[in-house]
T-cell receptor
Framework: DVKVTQSSRYLVKRTGEKVFLECVQD?????MFWYRQDPGLGLRLIYF???????EKGDIPEGYSVSREKKERFSLILESASTNQTSMYLC????????????FGQGTRLTVV | LAKTTQPISMDSYEGQEVNITCSHN???????ITWYQQFPSQGPRFIIQ???TKVTNEVASLFIPADRKSSTLSLPRVSLSDTAVYYC????????????FGAGTILRVKS
């Protein structure tokens, strides 16, 4: 089975802290994605990466950065956490070529206090 | 990526067939149509994918008319456990393309 694993299920951080959310996939997928999900807003794309060291902004990149040093790992970084970044964060991976299914991690519920 | 439009929510009862329609008027020739299901506090899960006509698997059927400007996800005999958000996505996942979700359709199944 394909596995996308997010490092934490629940996380509580203080305002101003630098926060790292880690995502690892085991299927050698080129494409990886970070989303946040808030009630009534669906999944919003923050950043995505289609290759090692490659990254592209999604729809809401402000306040976030990413790192992809290895193919299997895609990290989301909150440079200085703020309370409006309290959310559910979801990572996904997907092979390129035509259209197949994307695989999601279990999500990280981040609370910034 | 083609823009999609789905109903915001739908209600149904156990044992009924549920059809959720998605409009995608500007679908491109290379685009596929894919549906995902998401339960609370979980990531979305792939349900079904198609290009044209009809596709069926153990979970659902997907109906796509000849003009491909819409598609209908059909869930036979729903149960309470089918209560979830259903997303319709249209696009092709060639190198460098985004995977963008809309707001989805909240399906509530009642007993």
């Amino acid at each position: 089975d394909v596995k996308v694993t997010q490092s934490s299920r629940y996380l509580v951080k203080r305002t101003g802290e630098k926060v790292f959310l880690e995502c690892v996939q085991d299927m050698d997928h080129e494409n990886m994605f970070w989303y946040r999900q808030d009630p009534g807003l669906g999944l919003r794309l923050i950043y995505f990466s289609y290759d090692v060291k490659m990254k592209e902004k999604g729809d809401i990149p402000e306040g976030y950065s990413v790192s992809r040093e290895k193919k299997e790992r895609f990290s989301l970084i909150l440079e200085s956490a703020s309370t409006n970044q309290t959310s559910m964060y979801l990572c996904a991976s997907h092979p390129p070529g035509g259209w197949t299914e994307a695989f999601f991690g279990q999500g990280t519920r981040l609370t910034v206090v | 990526l083609a823009k999609t439009t789905q109903p915001i929510s739908m209600d149904s009862y156990e044992g009924q067939e549920v059809n959720i329609t998605c409009s995608h008027n500007n679908i491109a020739t290379n685009d596929y149509i894919t549906w995902y299901q998401q339960f609370p506090s979980q990531g979305p899960r792939f349900i079904i994918q198609g290009y044209k006509t009809k596709v069926t698997n153990e979970v659902a059927s997907l109906f796509i008319p000849a003009d491909r400007k819409s598609s209908t996800l059909s869930l036979p005999r729903v149960s309470l456990s089918d209560t979830a958000v259903y997303y319709c996505l249209v696009g092709d996942m060639e190198y460098g393309n985004k995977l963008v979700f809309g707001a989805g359709t909240i399906l509530r199944v009642k007993s």
